[in-house]
Structure formats: structure tokens, C-alpha cells
């Protein structure tokens, strides 16, 4: 991707022939992954945890970097729609206007993660819009298995809209939350289209996410042993816990709304999209043709790949440049996409 809203295709990095040179972190995330590693020596890995204890064991991981980006108001909240409760966090800037606002879905394989674990980022994003956050804790595999988090998240949404009249709604997310938050934009376009009163998102911020369940291609071959992070077995682990029966308790959900690269999945009519790619991740190649095949949908997007960097690079702002360069870019892309909000369909 060349970052001026222009996609490049995987062809011609490997993805013909299923091979693909391996790039090297620049010194800087050299430095940190060396760190990370030291400060991690002796413990098991995260990803090989039965999920609570990964869990802690995350947030454990995150909590020296979560004083990194601007100072805040951050504060705990609970949605309750029909009965139904839904944790978040509000964040809320030093500078903050009331004709935006954010709702963020964290990352961690639909399996781990919370708003607390990626409050910096949501911290950086809300002081870049100048606008209130809502990060969410939606439901969480494999206890609660899709379609749950999506519906969560759909809701959360939904209730933004609806206590902040006439603001602007950007949602966002990172991995697992950006298919969440793309998941949500299209559910909401496809109840709008069904002549149902619903509020669609005005843009959509995806970072390194995850739109396929296939677990082959350049990108996956190159990086998928784990060296860097994320590993082809770590993700289809989640991927597995994801697509685990759900309980019953959950409304029907169409499968297009999970995997947005699916052949059938239509993209047409969804928000403005920014989307960020690390260069170093699994997941690089899934960020290319998705911001390939919404573009050919005739959707507005900018799609932008950071070189040298991992998966989850967002969490480190204390020591890699690129995340407040990533995240100002993302505001400038919703400034510059900003139009009168027409959400209330029906």
C-alpha cells in the first residue's frame, strides 16, 4: 500500500508463488522486541495459556507502557440495553467536543484484551479527534463465541448514536477489533438497506486487522513462526475459539459479517476506512486486499503500511515514533472525511 489511498496487491511480493522475503524490524522495534523478551524470560507464553490466565497475564505485560499518550479523564461505565450489560471505558480528553464521537473495540483474538489493556491507544485516538471514547469490553470467546462480541459491539454503536444526538460516530479498532468494527459497520449498513432505523458509523479506523480465516499466503509463511509475536498456531487458536458454537442465547448472524473477505461479503455503501497494516505481521496481506476489495466496492479509503514494524506496534508509543504518526494520520483522515452525518435511516 503506497498511503495515498492507493492499495497495492500482494502480486509481485510473493503472493504468486507463495514466497516471500521476510522483512527485518528497524532498530528501534529490534530494541523493544529484545526488551519485551528479557522482561518475559522465564515465564510461559501468553498464547499458550488457557485463556483467563492469558488474560492477566496481557494486561500484566501492558501495564508498564498504559501511562504512555496524553493525560485523560478515564472512567468506568456500564451499558445496559434490555437487560443486558456491557463494560467500557469513557475517555475523555483535555480538549473535547461534542460533535464526535469514538467507539473502540480492542484487540486480542476476540479471546483476550480489554479496554484496559489498550488504553493508551484509545487515549492517543481520543486526543487526535478531540472527541470522547467509548472503548468496549464486549463478550469474549470461547465462553461467549460469535456472533456475542459482534452484537456487543453493534449495540454499543447503536447507544452511541443515540446519547450523543447528531455527533458523528467513528469507530474503531486493532486485529480482532477491527473485524469487529468492520463486522458492525456492514450489519448496520445491511439493517439500514431493510428500512430499519440505524446508525451507521461515519468512519472506520481499521488497524492490522483480520478479515479471512485462512491461515495461508506470503505474509503468514514469512512471519507465522512466532519470532515476531503473533504465530500462524497462536491465531488459529483464537480463530477456533471464535467460531465455537455459540450458546444459544445469541440472534442468528449471517457468517458474511465475520469474515469480510469472503467472496459473498458485500462492501458496498460502508464509511470512509482507514487502514493501517504493520509490515511484520501475519495479518499484513489480509490488510492489503481488504482495503483493495472495499476500494473496488467504491468505498472511500486510504490504506497505509508502516515498514519495520510488528503486530500490535500501536501498544508502544513510549519508544517507536510510528504510533503517534499513525495515529495523527488517522485523524487527519477523519477530518478530512468528515460530512454532514446522515446515520437515522428508515
Keep these: 500500500m503506497d498511503g495515498r489511498g492507493r492499495c497495492r496487491g500482494v502480486a509481485g511480493r510473493g503472493a504468486g508463488t507463495g514466497l516471500m522475503k521476510a522483512a527485518q524490524p528497524h532498530a528501534g522495534m529490534a530494541a523493544l522486541l529484545a526488551g519485551l523478551a528479557e522482561a518475559r524470560a522465564g515465564q510461559p507464553s501468553r498464547y499458550a495459556l488457557p485463556f483467563p490466565e492469558a488474560r492477566a497475564q496481557l494486561l500484566a505485560e501492558r501495564e508498564p507502557w498504559l501511562d504512555d499518550g496524553p493525560a485523560c479523564e478515564v472512567s468506568t461505565r456500564h451499558l445496559v440495553v434490555e437487560g443486558r450489560s456491557i463494560a467500557m471505558q469513557l475517555v475523555r480528553p483535555p480538549q473535547c467536543e461534542a460533535d464526535r464521537v469514538l ?6 483474538g476476540w479471546c ?5 489493556t489498550h488504553e493508551a491507544i484509545v487515549r492517543r485516538l481520543a486526543d487526535g479527534l478531540r472527541c470522547v471514547a467509548w472503548s468496549i469490553d464486549y463478550a469474549l470467546a470461547p465462553e461467549r463465541p460469535f456472533p456475542a462480541g459482534l452484537l456487543d459491539c453493534v449495540t454499543a454503536i447503536e447507544q452511541a448514536a443515540v446519547r450523543h444526538p447528531g455527533a458523528r460516530i467513528v469507530v474503531a479498532g486493532d486485529s480482532a477489533g477491527a473485524n469487529l468494527a468492520l463486522g458492525a459497520a456492514m450489519w448496520l449498513r445491511h439493517r439500514r438497506a431493510a428500512g430499519v432505523s440505524a446508525a451507521l458509523p461515519d468512519a472506520m479506523l481499521l488497524f492490522y486487522g483480520v478479515y479471512t ?3 495461508a499466503g506470503p505474509s503468514m509463511e514469512a512471519y507465522g513462526d512466532g519470532r ?3 504465530s500462524i498456531e497462536a491465531h488459529s487458536r483464537y480463530l477456533h475459539a471464535y467460531l465455537g458454537q455459540g450458546d444459544g442465547g ?4 449471517d457468517r458474511r459479517y465475520l469474515f469480510q473477505l469472503d467472496p459473498a461479503a458485500d462492501l458496498r455503501g460502508l464509511p470512509p476506512a482507514f487502514l493501517l497494516a504493520a509490515q511484520i505481521d501475519i495479518l499484513r496481506d489480509q490488510g492489503v486486499e481488504m482495503a483493495a476489495a472495499l476500494q473496488a466496492a467504491g468505498n472511500e479509503v ?3 503500511e508502516v515498514p519495520g514494524v510488528i503486530h500490535g506496534f500501536l501498544a508502544y508509543g513510549k519508544v517507536l515514533a510510528e504510533v503517534g504518526e499513525s495515529i495523527d494520520r488517522a485523524a487527519r ?11 437515522q435511516g428508515g
Excluded: C, K, M, Q
Design 103 to 108: 467507539v473502540y473495540l480492542h484487540g486480542g
Design 112 to 116: 483476550v484484551g480489554s479496554s484496559r
Design 213 to 215: 480465516d485462512s491461515i
Design 228 to 230: 515476531y509475536g503473533l
Design 250 to 253: 445469541d440472534a442468528p448472524v
Design 302 to 304: 486510504e490504506a497505509v
Design 333 to 343: 483522515f477523519v477530518r478530512r472525511s468528515d460530512a454532514p452525518p446522515a446515520r
